[in-house]
């Protein structure tokens, strides 16, 4: 007999923080591994966020808050999406959550049926299909490439919508590959979903404040499609919060409702302390803080260092991310080589063969729907980063 469900048993472990753990079990072994493969900020959390979290113990916020997050977190959500994005919400359509991720979660159980279709672009952020799956929801995958920034087109998305098609997601600034949308590209994708009843968008902004380009821009700014709109976000990257959990949507009032309900009977509200430390965060102005403004100079100092030395390296091909801490480089000019009784055949194998021979941590290119590219994330000092690409190109230059 079975012990575990069908459902569980079919979902994917997630890759990043599988190859996140091998790292680290390398390192407690003795090995001097570089991490290229988290996707996590290496700053800590601003003073003023911590501040306001040791008043809210000393204030004794430690009881059950509301379901869908604290008033004040909810208008400081607000009048973020005021000040930051010109976008109009009320506290009813904002749900918080622990974490984007159960947003994501969340939104999908709330939305897809089984047997809807979801467009998800590749590449995309792994746990999209694993979270469309557990829904018994159809992922269908529209390929993007490299020449075109990895953004997906509105003709492309036009011709794979079906009658059973339900939801668009996508994120911008990417995860994996640091491409962001502009607002042409954004009204091009809103005039297909206009054309389009019951369909609806996630937008998964969770990267907005780590932008090298220029104001964020929202496809939910669009009053033709906003009502269609989930915008998911939340504190742990742009603020350096992953360990705070605080993750959010801005919806039409229906769906947040939903969310809610389903929070409720899942995990009900997030953390009482985080909750009150994000409120502060929302106050910061991306356009005035030193943490935030410090942070994203930093990520592009080291994004323009990582460019030039991937660039160096034979046999890649590489564009410019413009936004998040990554890179999504095209290695399958290495498949088919071998270098002792090894063979790369996919981005698995590359991923691992620069674990062991390099021991430089990447992720590979197929978790995220691409298997002709690995990620890396940058998100480490420029003397890492340094001697990854370095270990990089002399692992690299051994396959023939």
């Given amino acids: 007999m079975e012990i575990l469900s069908n459902r569980i048993q079919n979902m994917a472990e997630s890759e990043t923080l599988a190859m996140t753990a091998k790292a ?133 998305l036009e011709a794979a919508i079906t009658p059973r098609t339900k939801l668009i997601m996508f994120s911008s600034p990417s995860n994996p590959t640091g491409m962001l949308y502009t607002k042409e590209e954004l009204r091009a994708i809103a005039d297909v979903v206009v054309r389009h009843d019951n369909l609806f968008v996630m937008a998964d902004e969770i990267y907005e404040h780590i932008n090298f380009v220029g104001r964020h821009e929202s496809i939910a700014q669009f009053a033709d499609v906003k009502e269609r709109v989930i915008t998911v976000n939340g504190v742990a990257k742009g603020f350096a919060m992953t360990g705070w959990r605080i993750g959010f949507i801005a919806a039409p009032t229906v769906i947040a409702k939903a969310c809610q309900k389903l929070q409720g009977q899942v995990t009900s509200a997030t953390c009482s302390i985080a909750q009150k430390a994000t409120v502060r965060a929302m106050q910061m102005d991306p356009t005035t803080s030193a943490d935030i403004l410090n942070m994203r100079k930093v990520f592009q100092e080291r994004r323009d260092m990582v460019y030039k030395l991937l660039c160096e390296i034979p046999g890649l091909k590489v564009c410019m991310p413009q936004g998040a801490f990554y890179f999504f480089p095209d290695v399958s000019s290495y498949y088919g080589k071998h270098f002792g009784d090894k063979t790369i055949a996919n981005s698995t194998d590359m991923a691992f063969y620069l674990l062991n021979e390099a021991n430089v941590a990447t992720v590979m290119g197929s978790a995220f729907g691409d298997d002709r590219c690995i990620r890396l994330s940058y998100a480490t000092s420029e003397d890492l980063l340094r001697e990854a690409l370095r270990r990089m190109k002399e692992a690299l230059a051994k396959l023939k």
């Fill in 24 to 156: 680290r079990e390398l390192k407690a072994a003795g090995k001097d591994v570089i991490s290229l493969s988290i996707g996590e900020p290496d700053f800590n959390t601003p003073d003023t966020v911590k501040e306001a979290a040791k008043k809210a113990i000393d204030d004794n916020f430690t009881h059950y808050p509301p379901v869908g997050g604290y008033a004040d977190l909810k208008e400081a959500i607000c009048e973020k999406f005021r000040r930051d994005n010109g976008l109009d919400y009320k506290p009813e359509q904002i749900v918080v959550s622990t974490g984007a991720k159960q947003s994501i979660y969340q939104l999908v159980q709330c939305l897809v049926n089984p047997g809807d279709e979801v467009i998800i672009p590749t590449p995309f952020w792994v746990s999209y299909k694993e979270i469309v799956r557990v829904a018994e929801g159809k992922c269908v995958y529209v390929q993007t490439q490299i020449e075109n920034n990895f953004k997906v087109t509105a003709e492309q």
